[in-house]
């Protein structure tokens, strides 16, 4: 299984910013995947993560501005999941990882940096 995600980048605060991860391969036990994010200095934490037909899961600290999105095409191959980001703040400037879960492994993918700045 691969994990490929993208849409990293620079923004200023106040603006938006999509990320995307696609899981490929082997991903008949997929149960979930999430974005994770570590700022410099600070451990890394979890933002959001959507499983099954379970109402997604946010930080409070991006809950009602991060929305996580998964694209709904049946396909045993091929699984995308989405992080639109509004109202970005300085303070989400971190790398943001994306994270499968299956049935008896964790996969992560690279990390996208996501820069919030004037």
């Known amino acids: 299984v691969q994990l490929q995600a993208s849409g990293g980048g620079l923004v200023q605060p106040g603006g938006s910013l999509n990320l995307s991860c696609a899981a490929s391969?082997?991903?008949?036990?997929?149960?979930?995947m999430g974005w994770y994010r570590q700022a410099p200095g600070k451990q890394r934490e979890l933002v959001a993560f959507?499983?099954?037909?379970?109402?997604?899961?946010?930080?409070?600290s991006v809950k009602g501005r991060f929305t996580i999105l998964r694209d709904n095409t049946r396909d045993n191959a091929k699984y995308t999941m989405y992080l639109q980001m509004n109202s970005l703040k300085p303070e989400d400037t971190a790398v943001y990882y994306c994270n499968a879960v299956f049935a008896s492994r964790d996969i992560w993918g690279q990390g996208t940096l996501v820069t919030v700045s004037s």
């Open positions: 391969g082997s991903i008949f036990d997929l149960i979930g």
């Open positions: 959507i499983s099954g037909g379970n109402s997604p899961n946010y930080a409070a």
